[in-house]
């Protein structure tokens, strides 16, 4: 049995210890948690998206007081009562809707980080894919919330989204109707999607953050060379005060105050878009109310499911489906389908380079094909872009495969 | 000792995989559409009155539906199979959405078709495609006549008739 000293002053720090493990916890999670010395300001976007997920908690609570998941009354909940009489309505609007939009700049600036230095093999395959998942489920979460005002893009995007899960000549429209809970999207479907939006995808994706959380702590994060640290040898120099010879440092207080500085740098760009440039997150299409008998000319998701959506776009509807299907799930496949066991920056492994940059620059062409219309040369700039990206993911594995061992790796 | 254990995991497993079989089950029945739902998801038009080649606008499931009584002078459109005889007279009706994108097009009374203004898809008075980017006509919802009047939601002799012929979309 646990030993309980029963001298010790209620909440005092051994009463804690004896019941709580708080030194313990401390050490293992911040103290004695290692962090390499040899990384940049690319390694500080994890904080920078908790710290964005936090704002978007607090911002979405208090959103939440005033707006009413009803298809007659979402739309002034938003755009009337919490914009223009709720006190600071706006504020935390805009905070939401731009932390939702900024978040995906930053998860993307994340992964092609993750992708560039291989910091998804040796050890860190749970790494990525429980990353993966953080992604997918940040999508649901953000396509759910984009639902909730009931403007135009609100309505035409569910419509558009949830007729993809007919499966094209499939035709499951008995599954698009479950889905919807009606024909089209009326009150069941916002009220789920409600549903959604404050509750269920939160409580994944703030499960998905610990579980992504836990698969760091035993790889540790990667460093800028691929170098196989020894972390703990590292960590008894550290101890030993030979601090400059060790290569390692705590991840509490050290890293955390390194990233407390980058935090703050991105606050500044971020409140910034939020006070002067929050335009760019609020479609002027969604401030239109759902009308059911009115499409919008021009149907478009947000910035960051554009390059998804391009590749859906220039194919006919089954193989678009596959396309938009295989460009879902590739990435899970990443760890994978890299078959070299370097664990090095893409700029070191030979024609895996090409293959990164490459990939990167197809996806922000894809991103802009995804906005404008789909004629003339736009059409053949996309489809081009959209085998591009297939082709990309099909030669990885030979490529990969293929790639001669670093210098300094066995 | 063992198998007894094994025994009474397997029991737990099988009764606790059953409450989350009958879980499952009433998750999924929450997610149907509800009664109210489908008992509004048929819409029944009245075509006694229904002037020649005024396009009128109905609504069914959410969806715009269009009713045309077609004018006799259009012969192509008025010889067109998927038209529907309703009491000696012939009507194109269908779900007012291109078959494209899911815009509305508007009708043109004088020509005789229907113009899409988004990427400019039209259709004849039939709802048959004239020129793309549509692929195909303007798509025929279930329908039963009676009489005089047209039920949509319910699937009839004559339109399960049109769809055998794979004319209703």
Known sequence: ?410 | MSDRRDFFGKVLGAYAGLGALGALYAAKRTWDPLPSVKAAGFTTIDLSQAQENVLYTEMWRGKPIFVLKVPKQDKKAYEDKRLITVGGDKFFIAIGLCTHLGCIPAYYPDQHKFICACHGGQFDAAGEVLKAPPPSPLVIPPFTVKGKKVVLGEAGPEYKKLKEAGLVA
């Open chain 1, 1 to 410: 049995m646990a030993h309980f000293d029963p001298n010790a002053r209620p909440f005092s720090h051994q009463w804690l210890n004896d019941r709580l493990a708080v030194d313990t916890l401390k050490r293992v999670l911040s103290t004695e948690y290692w962090i390499p010395k040899n990384i940049n300001f690319l390694w500080a976007m994890g904080m920078v998206l908790a710290a964005t997920f936090g704002v978007l908690l607090i911002s979405g609570i208090f959103l939440l007081m005033y707006y009413i998941p009803d298809t007659k009354q979402a739309f002034d909940s938003v755009n009337y009562t919490i914009m223009s009489e709720v006190g600071y309505g706006w504020l935390w609007r805009h905070m939401h809707g731009v932390a939702a939009s900024v978040v995906f700049l930053i998860i993307y600036i994340h992964m092609f980080t993750g992708i560039y230095y291989g910091s998804y093999k040796r050890g860190r395959e749970l790494i990525w894919l429980s990353g993966m998942l953080l992604f997918v489920s940040f999508s649901a979460e953000a396509f759910s919330g984009y639902m909730l005002p009931w403007g135009q893009m609100s309505y035409w995007a569910g419509m558009v989204i949830t007729n993809l899960f007919s499966l094209g000549s499939l035709d499951f429209q008995g599954l698009v109707e479950w889905i919807r809970g009606d024909y089209v999207p009326g009150q069941a479907f916002l009220g789920r999607f409600f549903m959604l939006h404050v509750l269920l995808m939160p409580l994944v994706i703030m499960a998905l953050i610990v579980l992504h959380f836990g698969t760091l702590r035993l790889p540790h994060v990667n460093n800028k060379d691929g170098e196989e640290i020894d972390f703990e040898a590292e960590a008894e120099k550290w101890k030993a005060g030979k601090r400059k010879e060790a290569k390692v440092i705590p991840f509490n207080p050290v890293f955390l105050s390194k990233d407390t500085f980058v935090l703050g740098v991105y606050f500044i760009f971020y409140f910034y878009l939020v006070f002067y440039h929050f335009e760019f997150a609020m479609d002027p299409v969604n401030f239109d109310p759902a009308d059911p008998l009115k499409t919008p000319p021009h149907i478009y998701p947000e910035w960051y499911f554009l390059w998804s959506y391009e590749i859906l776009r220039p194919f006919p509807k089954d193989p678009g489906l596959i396309a938009f299907g295989f460009a879902q799930v590739i990435f899970f496949l990443l760890p994978f389908l890299d078959r070299s066991p370097n664990v090095a920056p893409a700029n070191r492994r030979g024609i895996f380079k090409f293959w990164f940059w490459i990939l990167l620059v197809d996806m922000i062409v894809l991103t802009v094909m995804g906005k404008v219309p789909p004629i003339g040369i736009y059409t053949t700039i996309g489809t081009v872009a959209a085998w591009v990206f297939i082709i990309l993911w099909v030669l990885l594995p030979f490529i990969t495969k293929a790639e001669k061992p670093v210098r300094g790796h066995k």
